[in-house]
Nanobody, 124 residues
Framework: QVQLVQSGGGSVQAGGSLRLSCQAS????????MAWFRQGAGKEREGVAA???????AYAGSVKGRFTISRDGAKSTLYLQMNDLKVEDTGVYFC??????????????????WGQGTQVTVSS
């Protein structure tokens, strides 16, 4: 069955960097769109970055230029490189598999499988 197992995250000072990983199994990661979401305390889950099967990407305005989503098909792993982190980037981050191959939608309704979530804390 589809499984998404996340690693990475942790605590960092503002301006620092972190990389999140999402190990996929049960499906070919390269032919589906994938994405990263985050949820701050008391906030709704929001899309951060999406990656389509043709390697096109989409980013939320708040992270554009700082975050990079990528995929290693051979390792079945999705990544989120986060640079120049800000306090407002704090939250639980989730990777997600889309229902299709081409979507760059950053709304959660387009995704049918989710990782377990990992905490990212950015301090000032």
């Amino acid at each position: 069955q589809v499984q998404l197992v996340q690693s990475g995250g942790g605590s960092v000072q503002a301006g620092g960097s972190l990389r999140l990983s999402c190990q996929a199994s049960g499906f070919p990661i390269s032919i589906y769109s994938m994405a990263w979401f985050r949820q701050g305390a008391g906030k709704e889950r929001e899309g951060v970055a999406a990656l389509a099967s043709n390697d096109e990407t989409a980013y939320a305005g708040s992270v554009k230029g700082r975050f990079t989503i990528s995929r290693d098909g051979a390792k079945s792993t999705l990544y989120l490189q986060m640079n120049d982190l800000k306090v407002e980037d704090t939250g639980v981050y989730f990777c997600a598999k889309a229902r299709g191959s081409w979507t760059l939608n950053l709304g959660p309704g387009s995704y049918d499988s989710w990782g377990q979530g990992t905490q990212v804390t950015v301090s000032s």
